[in-house]
């Protein structure tokens, strides 16, 4: 099995991986436990993922009876992701994970391990991103990296800047140690967080982390929305914070990750969905990128987008309608008063009709 250890191992790093381990497939009861006392607080709040099964999501031979290791593959989206830069008026910020389809070569990557094993008469299922595997608790357990205090995998040399991916299989492959490092005395990503979703070293928070609640349907909770800022997608700070992975953030200079917010509000959905289809959507409805955008408008408060947002106080959409309202409030101003009040004489749905009533009760302007 070494020889085909080493071959595995290289498929991978070869084909896109920048790091491979290999651990056993056994169960995670220490991270079981974990998923459920944060559910039992209620600290996942709306996240479903591996939050959804717990019991599923630490044992993968829930789902492969046969597994006997997980191949676990590692790819940096930095410094090729480049950098969204300073806030510019009328853009919204995408996180750089998100700033291309940074699964792509997460993919090829374990697609080629896969096929070394494939090879050799042994099974070989892929899992990335899926709720049937916590990979951070794959990812430890192989070597890659150790848990950090913002709750991420960090790797040597990489920081938290990786996508984590694995390879389920029944071929014995020799095993790598769990990673001894840890975080030690720095908590530099705790404070950074913009809303205090760190509650704790290594525990987040989702009611509070600002990239869930961009993915989240529905209503963003009015709180959270100018903590939001420019954000239309993602957050990065606690990671652009973590000493680790400052030399690729550091090289990372090429401008990218930024959006315009017109266009996303302009734009047919097909060409939304065709443009974004890498991000992760309810119901893959692109009405959550423009509901983020109406909220990035309303933050940014420039009269300049106070046509557009009037016109979505018209929208058929009652999200869009109820987020439209709250960025006139933030604008402020006898026209967009105007157009609220026009809209809340039309206006059946309560959601909206309440965002009106917050946004005519709002201060004038920021």
């Given at each position: ?83 969204p ?18 699964y ?48 991420m ?65 529905g ?29 690729l ?35 893959r409805?692109v ?80």
């Amino acid at each position: 099995m070494e020889e085909l250890t080493r071959r595995v191992r290289e498929a991978g790093l070869v084909t896109g991986l920048d790091v491979v381990g290999i651990g056993a497939a056994t169960p995670f009861p220490e991270v079981t436990e974990t998923l459920w006392a944060r559910r039992r607080q209620g600290l996942n709040g709306r996240l479903g993922f591996t939050y959804s099964e717990p019991d599923t999501a630490t044992d993968v031979r829930c789902t492969f009876l046969w597994a006997e290791r997980l191949v676990v593959g590692g790819r940096s989206y930095l410094p090729t992701a480049g950098t969204p830069g300073p806030a510019v008026p009328g853009t919204g910020r995408i996180a750089r994970f998100a700033a291309s389809d940074a699964y792509a070569p997460l993919r090829a990557g374990l697609e080629a391990a896969a096929a070394e094993l494939s090879s050799e008469g042994f099974r070989a299922e892929l899992l990335i991103d899926d709720n049937r595997l916590v990979d951070r608790a794959a990812a430890f357990r192989a070597g890659v990296g150790w848990w950090g205090k913002n709750s991420m995998l960090l790797a040597p040399g990489f920081g938290p800047w990786l996508l984590l991916g694995s390879v389920v299989t029944d071929a014995l492959l020799a095993v790598d140690a769990p990673t001894r490092r840890d975080c030690g005395s720095c908590s530099a990503c705790l404070p950074a967080c913009p809303t205090g979703a760190l509650v704790a070293p290594g525990v987040l928070d989702a009611r509070l982390c600002l990239a869930a609640i961009a993915q989240l349907p529905g209503l963003i909770p009015p709180r959270l929305r100018s903590a939001l800022g420019d954000r239309l997608y993602g957050c990065d700070d606690c990671l652009t914070a973590c000493p680790p992975g400052a030399r690729l953030v550091a090289a990372g200079t090429s401008p990218s990750g930024r959006v315009s917010l017109s266009e996303i509000l302009a734009a047919a959905d097909r060409t939304l969905e065709a443009r974004f289809a890498h991000f992760y959507l309810p119901d893959r409805r692109v009405r959550i990128l423009r509901r983020n955008a109406l909220v990035v408008l309303g933050n940014q408060a420039d009269p300049v987008f106070l046509p557009m947002l009037a016109g979505y106080l018209g929208h058929p959409d009652w999200l869009l309608r109820a987020h439209a309202a709250w960025a006139l409030g933030q604008l402020g101003g006898g026209v967009s008063h105007s157009a609220l009040r026009r809209r809340f004489n039309e206006e059946t749905h309560p959601e909206v009709r309440r965002e009106i009533e917050w946004a005519l009760s709002a201060p004038s302007g920021k």
